[in-house]
């Protein structure tokens, strides 16, 4: 079995006391998306999908990649790739060998928080001495002609071209001066300049574009790709005649690949299902208002809201009430890693040995009753099962906008929660289900989602090849 088609085991009645049961039960109220609600979730997402095709600066910004036409399998050559935006910098040497096939050789950087939120110029720096001391590692350190590198920046960026763009926002926890309204193409070539490193930055691309693309290299019928990770987004196909606020030069091309930037959806909170909890973190986090949809389907967030709903009940003396209980730690803010609701999640035991082991490691919580250790786990499902289910409508959403029939299509999905959260996956088949209820008997064959690995990567480097291809025909 693949790790991301790992089971949750569901925890059975809570039997607490009177409180804690009535807590639980208007909990699961508040935290539960019906089917009626997806839908209307899922029919609003298509409105909304629809506006940002055509008008600019929607609240979906269903951003043009650039990136045109298809992908064969059959592209091949060296390139360099730089991904930006997840947990780690990386640097990536990407050989496309034909046939879908593809060997990569990479170099892994933490960003630290001081970085993240310090000036631009720092972090293109020490971007450029991490590119730098790979070249020198690989021995291409000395070249005649510049290398061409896609650059994977997975933040919103307003494309101009394939390798241009202006950021409009900064996600995910960054919060760099001097970059907002800035290309960071040009930033970082200038840094690269400085140092005498001899690469040319010939694409940029998101994430998902990326991973759309590195699932296309081996499955022709790629449909979208997706990041289901620290942060949640999505491309997909278009045909060029939908997208009516497209108003530059003519392209020869049909269609185009579309950056969604879907953790936007409903920042204007007009369907999602908002809780107190929901809203507490919001509140609490460095982007205000913004990324609404994110923050309720992404790893970065769903420990936190979880951590959320402990302490309110902790505040009400529903939950560790023992004298003596260490609350420090999760006291704290993002203390509650989403990877401890996996461990959680899996937990199969029937003295759910693993989820005591959590808290207590983590977490410095000991003598946690049996209610208790119930109690945790429900939360985890709940907050769990909505990311899930939210996510399927997403899918749904692209799948009956572009009109899939029962021949199918590939959605290739990248990212952490996608690959290690207990479930994730067979929850968005239920609500997929739900939503497209005439596929509904067959929908793991006609709403195919897989693992794509390292879109990032291999994405950048085939979107820099689709640049030569492009450049190449103009
Ligand atoms: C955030 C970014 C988006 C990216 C996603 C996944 O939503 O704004 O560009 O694709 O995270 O990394």
């Known amino acids: 079995m693949s790790k991301h088609t790992i089971e949750a085991n569901p925890v059975g009645p809570i039997n607490g006391s009177p409180e804690q049961n009535a807590y639980m039960e208007e909990l699961e109220r508040q935290l539960t998306v019906d089917t009626e609600k997806l839908i ?5 997402f298509i409105t909304e999908m629809i506006k940002g095709l055509n008008k600019p600066n929607h609240t979906l910004a269903m951003i043009p990649s650039y990136v045109e036409g298809r992908l064969t399998g059959e592209e091949k050559g060296h390139y360099l790739a730089l991904d930006l935006g997840g947990t780690n910098l990386r640097v990536v040497l990407v050989t496309l060998e034909g046939q879908g096939k593809f060997k990569t050789i990479s170099t892994k950087a933490r960003v630290s928080d001081e970085l993240k939120s310090g000036p631009m110029r720092n972090l293109c720096d020490y971007i450029a001495d991490c590119i730098d001391t790979f070249l020198t590692e690989q021995n291409l350190g000395n070249v005649d002609e510049d290398l061409a590198l896609g650059f994977t920046f997975s933040f919103p960026v307003l ?12 996600t995910k926890g960054f919060n760099c001066s001097g970059a907002v309204g800035k290309d960071p193409v040009l930033l970082l070539q200038d840094a690269l300049l400085r140092k005498h490193v001899p690469v040319k930055i010939t694409a940029l691309v998101n994430d ?3 991973t759309l693309l590195s699932n296309a290299y081996q499955k022709p019928n790629t449909l979208a790709g997706l990041i289901l990770g620290t942060g949640s987004n999505g491309a997909y196909i278009e045909k060029m005649s939908n997208i009516g606020k497209w108003e530059k030069e003519n392209t020869t091309a049909h269609e185009m690949v579309i950056n969604m930037e879907l953790g936007a959806f409903d920042n204007e909170r007009t369907i999602l299902p908002l809780t107190r909890f929901d809203n507490k973190l919001d509140r609490k986090s460095i982007n205000p208002h913004s990324q609404i949809f994110e923050k309720l389907i992404s790893g970065m967030y769903l420990g936190e809201i979880v951590r959320n709903v402990i302490t309110d009940m902790m505040d009400r003396n529903l939950l560790f009430t023992q004298p003596g209980q260490s609350t420090e730690a999760i006291s704290a803010h993002y203390q509650f890693e989403t990877s401890f609701m996996s461990s959680i999640e899996a937990d199969g035991s029937k003295d759910l040995s693993t989820v005591r082991e959590v808290l207590d490691t983590n977490l410095n919580l000991t003598n946690v009753t049996d209610v208790e250790l119930r109690i945790v786990k429900r939360i985890c499902e709940l907050v769990g099962t909505r990311a899930a289910r939210l996510a399927g409508a997403a899918i749904a959403s692209i799948a009956i906008h572009t009109k899939v029939d029962r021949q199918g299509a590939d959605f290739g999905i990248d990212g952490s929660l996608y690959e290690f959260y207990p479930s994730f996956e067979s929850r968005m088949y239920t609500a997929l289900a739900e939503l497209m209820p005439d ?8 709403i195919r989602l897989g693992l794509a690995r390292d879109g990032s990567g291999v994405g950048a480097a085939l979107t820099a090849c689709v640049a030569d291809r492009m450049f190449k025909t103009v």
């Open 439 to 446: 596929y509904a008997d067959d929908i793991r064959n006609i």
């Open 208 to 210: 998902t574009v990326g």
């Open 159 to 170: 494309q101009s071209k394939i390798n241009r763009g202006i950021l409009t926002t900064w």
């Open 40 to 44: 209307d979730i899922k029919n609003h």
